[in-house]
Each structure stands twice: as structure tokens, then as C-alpha cells.
């Protein structure tokens, strides 16, 4: 059974950071890509961005670039995703994802606000 378990939301202030965490369970990580998305009310959910399966690879999302970095650790079967110099518009819940055997799967999400 495909488990994504995300952590590390919170509270911030601008200009600040945190890094999330995804944890894989269920099938073997280190064969697929994976993906950070985010989604806030009334808006469709967002790619925020993706690492290859290896980790050699990876893109962002314009509004992210240079700011978040996208890692993996697939001895940990985990995905982070540090974000950095954030902003109020990356308020978001966060998601982690990941394609596996035809079928897509996603974690319940980890709120992240950005407010003084």
C-alpha cells in the first residue's frame, strides 16, 4: 500500500524558512520521480516541484525558482523540499506525489502559512 506522509508545515514569518519532509512507504522510492505540489482555497493545485527518480534532474516551478530546492534521500525513502526567503503567497497546503504503477498517488498535506 502506496503511503506519502508529509511534515515540517507551520507558521513562518516572511523572509523565512522551513524545509518539508515527504515519507515514502509501500513501493520502491528510488525508482520514481517525485513531485511537491501546493494548493490554496479556490485555486487549482499548483507543481511546485520535481526530482527525477536518481535525484539528477529536477525543475520548479517560476515562482519558487531560486528560492525552494527540491531534494531526495532514497536510503530514507524520503523527499524534502527546502523553502527559503519565503513570501505570504507560498501560504499554501503543501502536497507531496508521486506516479507509481499507473496510478497517482498524494498525502493528506502539510500546511504552510506565511504571515508576520
Known amino acids: 500500500q502506496v503511503q506519502l506522509v508529509e511534515s515540517g508545515g507551520g507558521l513562518v514569518q516572511p523572509g523565512g524558512s522551513l524545509r518539508l519532509s515527504c515519507a515514502a512507504s509501500?513501493?520502491?522510492?528510488?525508482?520514481?520521480?517525485m513531485t511537491w505540489y501546493r494548493q490554496t482555497p479556490g485555486k487549482e493545485r499548483e507543481l511546485v516541484a520535481q526530482?527525477?527518480?536518481?535525484?539528477?534532474?529536477?525543475n520548479y516551478a517560476d515562482s519558487v525558482k531560486g528560492r525552494f530546492t527540491i531534494s531526495r534521500d532514497n536510503a530514507k525513502n524520503t523527499v524534502y523540499l527546502q523553502m527559503n526567503s519565503l513570501k505570504p503567497e507560498d501560504t499554501a497546503v503543501y502536497y507531496c506525489?508521486?506516479?507509481?504503477?499507473?496510478?497517482?498517488?498524494w498525502g493528506k498535506g502539510t500546511l504552510v502559512t506565511v504571515s508576520s
Open positions: 506525489n508521486a506516479w507509481v504503477r499507473a496510478m497517482d498517488y
Open positions: 509501500g513501493f520502491t522510492f528510488s525508482m520514481y520521480r
Open positions: 526530482i527525477t527518480s536518481a535525484g539528477g534532474s529536477t
